[in-house]
């Protein structure tokens, strides 16, 4: 949607000129300078605003007690306590809309605001290109917290994208190691049929038979299948309706879709060896009816409805997946779902997955004089993330955790007023998501070993709800060294922006055909043979080049960070 005038001028308004030595400075349009804002005792006075961007979807209908977008109890809590007001501008319905009104700011259209999360690495690319976003190494290096000093220095690659020419324009969204996938099994199915949880793909390929075949669900119809997953977007989504697994039973470490470091070359998955392999078999299965029949129509959350009207028996998933999907144990009689592993290599013990280490990047705007306001707030917020300061049980009381009787509670049907489901304060920041030091699962994994809940942190992880979910987290901290981050997370390479579009069109289509048997399996060699002569070849020097050079420019110690 188009945002209004008066909102444009209004964050206009709001971009902050002059720092020094913890005062600001800002124009209140009559140009005559404002009031300076003091940091005085950790606090902002007068009262200074930062101006963001968040996607519409991120926000709208999630605010309780008559609170909104640009007033919660989140923003208030910035202005009582560090003197600094968060002011959000809606940008677009979904993420394309929101790159889009991004770019519009590029032409003079809108006005960037002063914080920018961005989810593309193009866009990001081009924002560096048009000049008016900031280059950021020494104020990372001058105002970064320690603490946050600390957890940048784990995941130099994040900064990839946002380098050119030895210089830094932005910087992760909360790096961390995201959760893996585990497998959601319906036990209730397994016990019927005096069957045990997958760990072999002959030993999936048999549960998923019998699923298919054998009345699990006992109606006396032949209404139900095996594996649930999508394949509308790509075969590796990453995080819900995954069927990557399969592919990394044969191939590895080469997932579809994603930059693998094979000994210092850079190689692409969907053409690496033993993806025919995975393809027939996946082949076989859609033959047998094992598999969802429209999965070629179905996106990753589409994907779960079969799951859970109780029509299919495995899906995988994070381990947060189950609080979507458990449901079935409501409505049908008697299921029940448990976590797993997934399952192991044809060649190597384990099945790997791709890892996320950071969901976007904030850019700032190049009028942006704030920094040192940016951190004191950015640091704050990882207060719920180490169960400290002014969020050690989490953002808000009567939101994400309450005090009743004496006792934390994180049950929201238990709090002092009851909420049918658990807020989250933390999406009503400038981050997309509640920051997390947490990795793969590490706090409930400290749990199930004899750790005692004594912070906030833990005490969230040790309530009493959705115990699949924290079984499968303890499963996905077991075996966080299948995550494997992409290599190539840098803007579109020349190639590719002329190329990639074609090819990974080519590459969907060909791999659900193949699975759809329309066509013969040999179509996969074909499809290698066609993607390099059709830039795949040059698309791949070109990402290598992008490698080496990435890892020629020493930032992290320019920033302090080494």
């Not at 959601?184 to 997958?198: F, G, H, I």
């Amino acid at each position: 949607m188009k945002m209004k005038k008066n909102c444009a001028a209004a964050a206009s308004a709001l971009v902050m000129a002059g720092m020094l030595a913890g005062c600001v400075s800002k124009d209140n349009g009559s140009g005559t300078a404002a009031p300076e804002a003091a940091l005085k005792d950790g606090k902002y006075d007068p009262t200074l605003t930062i101006t963001t961007a968040k996607q519409q979807d991120e926000n709208a209908g999630k605010y309780i007690n008559g609170e909104s977008l640009n007033d919660n109890v989140m923003t208030r809590w910035g202005v009582d306590h560090l003197g600094i007001k968060i002011e959000t501008t809606l940008l677009g319905g979904d993420a394309a809309n929101y790159n889009t009104k991004l770019r519009l700011a590029l032409t003079g259209s809108e006005k960037l605001p002063d914080i920018i999360p961005v989810y593309d690495t193009s866009l990001e690319n081009d924002l560096i290109q048009s000049g008016q976003v900031k280059e950021i190494t020494g104020d990372i290096q001058n105002y970064m917290p320690d603490r946050l000093k600390e957890i940048y220095k784990q995941y130099p690659t994040t900064f990839n994208p946002v380098i050119q020419d030895g210089k830094v324009y932005g910087m992760a969204i909360s790096p961390n190691l995201t959760e893996g996938e585990v497998m959601l099994v319906r036990q209730d199915w397994l016990d019927k049929l005096n069957l045990k949880a997958p760990t072999t793909i002959d030993e999936f390929e048999k549960v998923i038979a019998a699923f298919t075949n054998n009345d699990p669900d006992g109606n006396g119809k032949k209404d139900t299948y095996g594996f649930d997953f999508s394949g509308k977007d790509s075969y590796n989504t990453g995080w819900v309706s995954d069927p990557v697994m399969i592919f990394s039973a044969y191939t590895g470490r080469h997932l579809p879709g994603q930059w693998y470091n094979d000994n210092g070359k850079l190689t692409y998955g969907s053409v690496a060896d033993g993806n025919k392999e995975a393809l027939a078999k996946l082949r076989d299965w859609y033959s047998k009816g094992y598999l969802n029949k429209e999965l070629a129509t179905q996106g990753a959350w589409d994907a779960l409805a079969d799951f859970t009207e109780g029509k299919a028996g495995i899906i995988i998933g994070r381990p947060w997946l189950y609080g979507s999907v458990k449901d079935v144990e409501k409505n049908i009689k008697g299921a029940k779902i448990s976590a797993h592993p997934t399952i192991k290599g044809v060649k190597e013990d384990k099945t790997y997955q791709s890892g996320q280490l950071n969901d976007g990047v904030f850019m700032f705007n190049k009028n942006f004089t704030n920094m040192e306001a940016f951190f004191l707030y950015y640091d704050k917020l990882y207060d719920a993330a180490f169960g400290t300061g002014d969020f050690k049980y989490g953002y808000a009381q009567g939101y994400d955790y309450d005090i009743v009787n004496g006792e934390v509670v994180f049950d929201s049907a238990k709090f002092n007023k009851p909420l049918d489901a658990i807020q989250a304060p933390g999406k009503m920041t400038f981050t997309k998501n509640t920051p997390s030091v947490d990795g793969p699962g590490k706090s409930y994994y400290d749990l199930a070993n004899g750790a005692k809940p004594d912070n906030g942190v833990l005490m969230r992880a040790a309530a009493p709800v959705d115990q699949t979910a924290k079984d499968g987290f303890v499963i996905s901290y077991e075996n966080r060294d299948v995550l494997l981050p992409s290599a190539f997370n840098g803007a579109p390479t020349k190639t590719m922006q002329s190329s990639w579009e074609q090819l990974t069109t080519m590459e969907k289509e060909t791999f659900t055909k193949i699975i759809y048997s329309k066509e013969p399996l040999e179509a996969y060699d074909e499809f290698v043979k066609q993607w390099h002569e059709k830039g795949g070849t040059q698309i791949t020097e070109e990402v290598n080049d992008w490698y080496k050079k990435a890892n020629e420019v020493d930032v992290m110690s320019a920033m302090g960070l080494k």
